[in-house]
Structures are given as structure tokens and as C-alpha cells.
């Protein structure tokens, strides 16, 4: 099983390029001079100060939105210093650099301890044991695993579990809020084990589906149509995709132009972006010119983007549909044809994970992954701090349509007939 959480590594190989207008640091308060510790330093302590001081150091340089945090850089790390200095475990010092973290805006740092960044590197792999979904955790109106989507020949779709779908039970306990995201770890699981789920589908029917686990390739592709009435096409772009969408976007766009459609709905709603997200080539597809900027602490660059028609893009009637799951550099894509007026945008907010991330090795062997830079649009709107906002909001979520019955792509059918 994927799961929206392992993306945060995928985001921070998103290519915001380094930019080149030089840009004022966002803060110059220096760091109160350490105090000299007052008692014997073990091995442990002085591996956890070392630890310590480098994490404030590493932000200090270069993460983005260090002027909007809500605490004061030339106070908090002297402080919380003398803590450590006065003698603690070591689940005490990762439970610490946690609360440090819960401090910064949500999304802009992430915190891995030496035994969590051994084990996701082990695990970071194209394939893996589990069931083949991707997958989101939604605790409204009560906590469950919402199927993203199921990889094609899998053993969740020969079980019959579908896109849209919704577990709400793994063998027999509840999805509870408390363990989020550490569900997913209950229903992956070795090549052929067993798991029992207990799934809802959008139309509220429930059933227990038994699948025998397998291993799998990770990957999602895009999916092409003509809708009717209307004759709109409709192109859902994938999860995770990489270079590769060039391409899948060409056949599609080539594919749809032999139906002569008379307009384009391109469904964005689960388009987290992979490392090598071809965002101006995807651009370029349905625009042309300046596109907003990209900026780090001390640059900015403009972003340009030259047009290429290809079966008529250019110049077709356009709508994206966004969400919670649009992520990353197709965040980036939304707001510049929203901003630019080149596309109307329906659905619900996207996150604003736009941020280009760097990392740093602590001395300890943990791991800290951090906002080097964003992206501001044509209109002027900071997209990582605010995200993308549709033009015409829609409540509906993931789990409550269908690709048969969808709320959104209805209301985006009828938007062209205004």
C-alpha cells in the first residue's frame, strides 16, 4: 500500500530551480551565544548537543518561513538547549526535536530519528509487499483509509476493492484517529498473508473483502474519455507521476483530438508530483509567457514557459479539478492557468505543498527535511503558505463519488454550458 505520507521525500525532489534576483533574509536575529553546560557531558548528552545545535543551525540558513513561525529564534533554541544539556534519553531528545517541529507551519519540516530513516530507506522501493493502493486517511465523519487508487492487476482489485472505496476495519479492529497514517503499516503486510477489511463504497453499502497480499510494482496511470452530454474530454492524471507524464499527456491529448472534443476537464483531485514532475512542459501544453515566481531565502526566478500546441491545446476551453490530494508541482500548474485565467479551477482546496525540500544529516543519524523555497503566482498569492483555491468550490470528497457518479466532474460538465 502507498500512502500520501511517503510523498514528503517525493516533494523535496520537486525542481523549484535555485533563483537569481537576490532577496533580504527573512531573518537576521542572531542566536543568543550558547551557555556553557553545567554538568558532565556523557557520550550521549554531548552526541544530542551536537544533534541539537546543528538542527537550528541547518534552518537558520535556509528554511523559507522563518519570519512567520510563531516563536522567537533568539529565545526558543537557548532555552530548550539547557534541557538537553541537563541530561536526557534518547526517546526523550527524538520526543523533543518532535514538539520543536509541531512548531513550524504544518508541512515545512519533517523530523526522521536514525532508526525511522533506516527503516523508510529500506522500504523505499519501487516494489513492495501489500495489497497495491494508494491510499489517504480521513477522520471525517469517522476515521478511515480512503483507496486513492488501486494499481491494476493488484490483489486489492482481484479482491474487488475500487477506487473511491473506503476501509474502515483491518481483521476485525476500527480505524481510530489516534494512530492516522500508522494504519497503513496494519494492512500492508508479507506476500501472501491475509488481511480482512471492512469497506464502505460512495454509496454507503459495506462489506468485508479478504485479500491475499502480494508483491507489487508501484505505479498509476493516466486515463483518457469523452464525457457525454457535452462532449467534454477528460483526462485523470495519475499519482506520483514523473517524466513520463510528457508523454502520457501527448497520446491523451492525441487520442482525445480524433473525438473533436469542445472542451478539456482535466481531473488533478490525486496528482501528488513525483521528482520529475515535467511541470513546464505540462505548462507549455496550454499557455504561454511569464507564469508567477519561484523563490528561495536570498532569490527569485521568474518562471517562462514557451507554448506548444499539440491537437489544439492552446486554445481549448479548460478545467482542473483540485483537492486535498493535488500536491506539489501540479499545485503549482493549477495556480499559474487559475491566476493567468487560462483555466477555471473546481473542487476543494489543495495544501500547498508547493515547497521545494533539502535535508541535512543530524550527528545522531537522524534526518531533517525543510522548505528551501516556494512559489508565488501571477496574481501574487504565495501558493506554499495559502495553497490553491478553486474558482467554484465543490464539497464532495474523494470517498463520496464514483468514477460512474461524481459530483465534481458533473459540476465541471455543467460549467461549460454557462
Partial sequence: MFVARRMLPALQKVTLAL????????????????????????????????????????????????????????????????KVA???????FEALLRSLVAGFPEHTVRYRSRAER??????DTFSYEGIGAYVSVENEPSPHVILLAVITGSPAEKAGLRTHDSIYAVDGQAVSAEEGLDVVERVRGPAGSVVTLDV????????????????????????????????????????????????????????????????????????????????????GLFTEGELGSQYTRSAQ????VSARDLAGSQSIPLILLIGPETRGASEIFAAALQATGRATLIGRPTPG????FEHFMLPDGGEVFFGSSSYISPSGADIGMRGVQPDVPVSARWDQVSDEHDAVIMRAQLQFTQ
Fill in 19 to 82: 533563483l537569481c534576483t537576490l532577496l533580504s533574509a527573512c531573518n537576521s536575529d542572531s542566536v543568543e551565544a550558547r551557555l556553557p553546560t553545567p554538568f558532565p557531558l556523557t557520550d550521549r548528552t554531548e552526541r544530542q548537543l551536537r544533534s541539537y545545535d546543528a538542527f537550528w543551525e541547518d534552518l537558520r540558513a535556509d528554511y523559507i518561513f522563518s519570519a512567520v513561525t510563531d516563536f522567537d529564534w533568539s529565545q526558543l533554541p537557548p532555552q530548550t538547549r539547557r
Fill in 86 to 92: 541537563a541530561g536526557m534519553s534518547d526517546e526523550e
Fill in 118 to 123: 533506516i527503516e523508510d530507506d529500506l522500504n
Fill in 200 to 283: 464502505r463504497t460512495p454509496d454507503d453499502s459495506r462489506r468485508i473483502v479478504t485479500v491475499t497480499r502480494g508483491r507489487l510494482q508501484a505505479t498509476d496511470r493516466l486515463r483518457w474519455e469523452i464525457l457525454n452530454p457535452g462532449h467534454a474530454g477528460l483526462i485523470r492524471l495519475p499519482i506520483g507521476a514523473g517524466a513520463e507524464l510528457s508523454g502520457m499527456m501527448q497520446r491523451a491529448l492525441e487520442g482525445l483530438a480524433e473525438h473533436e472534443p469542445r472542451n478539456l476537464i482535466v481531473d488533478m483531485r490525486v496528482a501528488h508530483s513525483a521528482g520529475a514532475w515535467p511541470l513546464e512542459e505540462m505548462l
Fill in 301 to 304: 526566478r521568474t518562471l517562462k
Fill in 353 to 356: 505543498q508547493v515547497l521545494g
